[in-house]
């Protein structure tokens, strides 16, 4: 049975960083697009992060580029997201998502064969 599971959300102040990882027990890891989505209270899922299936190339929404660094480890199956200067508005569950898909049509959550279940993660101010 294919997971992703997603680790390391929490409580934090304004300004401060997190890390979140997702390992994933899905076969030929390293052949999909990996991502980050996330969904704040009231609000539809939206794209944050997403990562080429080699590491290489990444793209960002414009609200957390240059805070935001998605990252991943094929040997250990794991894709992370370094959150750093975070702000109230970064309040949401993330998911982790993995894709047949490149890179650019994933962050428009097209082509998304795996989810994981969310890692809550509160900001405040």
């Known amino acids: 049975q294919v997971q992703l599971v997603e680790s390391g959300g929490g409580l934090v102040q304004a300004g401060a960083s997190l890390r979140l990882s997702c390992a994933a027990s899905?076969?030929?890891?390293?052949?999909?697009?990996m991502g980050w989505f996330r969904q704040a209270p009231g609000k539809d899922r939206e794209f944050v992060a997403t990562?080429?299936?080699?590491?290489?190339?990444?793209y960002y929404s414009d609200f957390v580029k240059g805070r935001f660094i998605i990252s991943r480890d094929n040997a250990k199956k794991t894709v992370y997201l370094q959150m750093n200067s975070l702000k109230p508005e970064d309040t949401a569950v993330y998911y982790c998502?993995?894709?047949?898909?490149?890179?650019?049509?994933?962050?428009?959550?097209?082509?998304?064969?795996?989810w994981g279940k969310g890692t809550l993660v509160t900001v405040s101010s």
């Open positions: 998502a993995a894709a047949k898909s490149s890179l650019y049509t994933m962050a428009l959550q097209y082509g998304i064969v795996y």
């Open positions: 899905v076969g030929s890891f390293s052949s999909y697009s």
């Open positions: 990562l080429s299936w080699s590491g290489t190339d990444t």
